[in-house]
């Protein structure tokens, strides 16, 4: 019933910027936060950005100051600003929502991951 969907990667320069969205389509009455995550070949799934359904955000040390996350809590979706992208920032991106409630239940989703190219 619930369902992520990742869009807006693509290949892009170093230096160059693209906007992550995510959006969670559903019966649902609310989100508790809603991350971003990615990971290249070879390497763990690390987390990049989160922002609770408050607003309150956090990042990797990474990308802090290059990423903003940000939400729509009526619209049940996530956006990814990621500006001065680095060659090291090349990984699949995946959305996801933790705490997710419906009728039934609460529980937590993944979305199915947009491919970010950052060449030198």
């Known amino acids: 019933q619930v369902q992520l969907v990742e869009s807006g990667g693509g290949l892009v320069q170093a230096g160059g910027s693209l906007r992550l969205s995510c959006a969670a389509s559903g019966t649902i009455f609310s989100i508790n936060a809603m991350d971003w995550y990615r990971q290249a070949p070879g390497k763990q799934r690390e987390l990049v950005a989160g922002?609770?359904?408050?607003?309150?955000?956090n990042y990797a040390d990474s990308v802090k100051g290059r990423f903003t996350i940000s939400r729509d809590n009526a619209k049940n979706t996530v956006h990814l600003q990621m500006n001065t992208l680095k060659p090291e920032d090349t990984a699949v991106y995946y959305c996801?929502?933790?705490?997710?409630?419906?009728?039934?239940?609460?529980?937590?989703?993944w979305g199915q991951g947009t491919q970010v190219t950052v060449s030198p």
């Open positions: 922002i609770t359904s408050g607003g309150t955000t």
């Open positions: 996801y929502a933790n705490g997710v409630r419906t009728s039934s239940r609460v529980g937590d989703y």
